[in-house]
């Protein structure tokens, strides 16, 4: 039962680098979040997507694009990173009536 | 827009004991959801206990319990019988029951880091 699968795990990028995290959900889910997490901050939205075809902008969705490619899967690029970029990101779905599910996260550094 | 407020930064409790993480939150809605995550040095992010807004009963999950004051927009959750496994940073959410204009979305409070000494 894999749930929410996001890659890659950890991520050093030189600033203005580009990169594409890749998330997948396996429950049917409708809706896919994109969050990052900051010391002192808790998660914060940067994109989401309540459905398949739909995709809309969080809090802090700056310097980001998404794609939901199709329903199990939500990716989020950086399209020239940033040190303001570094953070812990996480991939969460969620169905009508059930509680968030999230992946393991992605640390990822820029230098 | 909808705001949870963590006020602890860190707690700490000893091995057995009791302890209560406190969350306020802000909104205008009516029907909603209150969440307390579980973040362990792992990174996985753990659902403690759910609260639907239209219960007056409180939620209990085995050794822990929430105490939601809904015309005080409280929210606290109690940790019984304290274990060291307890050890994580816990998040408040808040989470609309509309979908359609949050498309269930969770905002989250900023953590409270809780030490469980033995």
């Known amino acids: 039962n894999a749930g929410v699968t996001q890659t890659p795990k950890f991520q050093v990028l030189k600033t203005g680098q580009s990169m594409t995290l890749q998330c997948a959900q396996d429950?049917?889910?409708?809706?896919m979040y994109w969050y990052r997490q900051d010391p002192g901050m808790g998660l914060r939205l940067i994109y989401y997507?309540?459905?398949?075809?739909?995709?809309d902008k969080g809090e802090v969705p700056n310097g980001y694009n998404v794609s939901r490619l199709n329903k199990r899967e939500f990716s989020l690029r950086l399209e020239s990173a940033a040190p303001s970029q570094t953070s812990v990101y996480f991939c969460?779905?969620?169905?009508?009536?059930?509680?968030?599910?999230f992946g393991s996260g992605t640390r990822l550094t820029v230098v | 827009a909808q705001t949870v407020t963590q006020s602890q930064p860190e707690m700490s409790v000893q091995e057995a004991e009791t302890v209560t993480l406190s969350c306020t939150y802000d909104?205008?809605?009516?029907?909603?959801?209150l969440f307390w995550y579980k973040q362990p040095p792992s990174r996985q992010m753990i659902l403690v206990i759910r609260?639907?807004?239209?219960?007056?009963q409180n939620a209990t999950e085995n050794r822990f319990s929430v105490n939601f004051q809904k015309a005080a927009k409280s929210f606290s959750l109690k940790i019984s019988d304290s274990q060291l496994g307890d050890a994580a940073m816990y998040f408040c959410?808040?989470?609309?029951?509309?979908?359609?204009?949050?498309?269930?979305?969770?905002?989250f409070g900023e953590g409270t880091q809780l030490t469980v000494n033995p």
């Open positions: 969460a779905s969620s169905g009508r009536g059930s509680p968030s599910a």
């Open positions: 429950m049917n889910h409708n809706s």
């Open positions: 997507s309540a459905s398949e075809g739909t995709t």
């Open positions: 909104t205008s809605e009516s029907d909603y959801y």
């Open positions: 609260q639907e807004a239209y219960k007056q």
């Open positions: 959410a808040y989470r609309s029951a509309f979908m359609e204009t949050s498309g269930s979305r969770l905002t």
